[in-house]
């Protein structure tokens, strides 16, 4: 699946108009349709702006993984343990004493997920558990 696939299926799922995806993401209808049918290339910015609209990681737009909430075929199960453990330990989710609401909450849950991956994986490589 393409980058433009992926975001047409995410903008379907919320059932959302290509005027309004636009509107949220402040760019034309036009860009979101040539992204659609990847006729314009995609600026990090922008991949960066429909991955906390969509509460997706950029991995997964950039087609990393095929499913939304994949786990890396390479992680074992204590790497599963090791990321649950993380995300229950007491990270605050506020700023500036304020509490963040569920749906940042999730972004930023889905954003501390890819950096938990990547950061395993390079690990992985360098012969590191």
């Known amino acids: 699946m393409t980058k433009g696939q992926r975001i047409a299926e995410l903008r ?37 702006n429909i991955s906390n609209f969509f509460n997706v990681s950029t991995d997964y737009l950039l087609g990393k993984y095929e499913d939304i909430n994949t786990v890396p075929s390479w992680a074992s199960e204590k790497d599963k343990i090791d990321l649950d453990q993380y995300l229950q330990s007491n990270i605050p989710m506020g700023f500036q004493g304020i509490d963040l609401d569920k749906e940042t909450r999730q972004k930023v849950r ?16 360098e012969g590191k558990k």
């Open 12 to 48: 379907k799922s919320k059932n959302l108009s290509q005027v309004a995806l636009a509107k949220a993401l402040h760019v034309s209808s036009s860009t979101v349709g040539m992204w659609e049918t990847d006729s314009r290339a995609i600026k990090d910015e922008d991949i960066i």
């Open 110 to 125: 889905a954003f501390i997920t890819g950096i938990f991956w990547e950061e395993k994986q390079k690990m992985k490589n």
